[in-house]
């Protein structure tokens, strides 16, 4: 059983940065590939980054890239998400999680088994 714990969200003007970590119980999480999603209002959930397990390889969808970056500490059981020059349509609750059986799949909300549940993240114009 793992339990994910996001937090670090807030109201933020457009082109400043936040940061957002989440925590994770059980021993597994070494293993498991994390992810960050994003849902805003009246839309579906969004894939943002991933990371393996290693931490060796990092994906991120076109939106966030080159603005967003994902990062984990095994030792602390957490991961994070540091976003720079943040935009309007950055809007949503972003939700942590964690894919044990990892398949490839990353961008896919059905590759993962256990979700946080979420933190809020605001930015003005």
């Known amino acids: 059983q793992v339990t994910l714990v996001e937090s670090g969200g807030g109201l933020v003007q457009a082109g400043n940065s936040l940061s957002l970590s989440c925590a994770a119980s059980?021993?597994?999480?070494?293993?498991?590939?994390m992810a960050w999603f994003r849902q805003a209002p009246g839309k579906e959930r969004d894939f943002v980054a991933a990371?393996?397990?290693?931490?060796?390889?990092?994906y991120y969808a076109d939106s966030v890239k080159g603005r967003f970056t994902i990062s984990r500490d095994n030792a602390k059981n957490t991961v994070y998400l540091q976003m720079n020059s943040l935009k309007p349509e950055d809007t949503a609750v972003y939700y942590c999680?964690?894919?044990?059986?990892?398949?490839?799949?990353?961008?896919?909300?059905?590759?993962?088994?256990?979700w946080g549940q979420g933190t809020q993240v605001t930015v003005s114009s």
């Open positions: 999680a964690a894919d044990i059986y990892y398949s490839g799949k990353y961008y896919l909300l059905t590759e993962y088994d256990y």
């Open positions: 059980g021993r597994i999480f070494s293993r498991a590939t």
């Open positions: 990371i393996t397990w290693s931490g060796y390889n990092t």
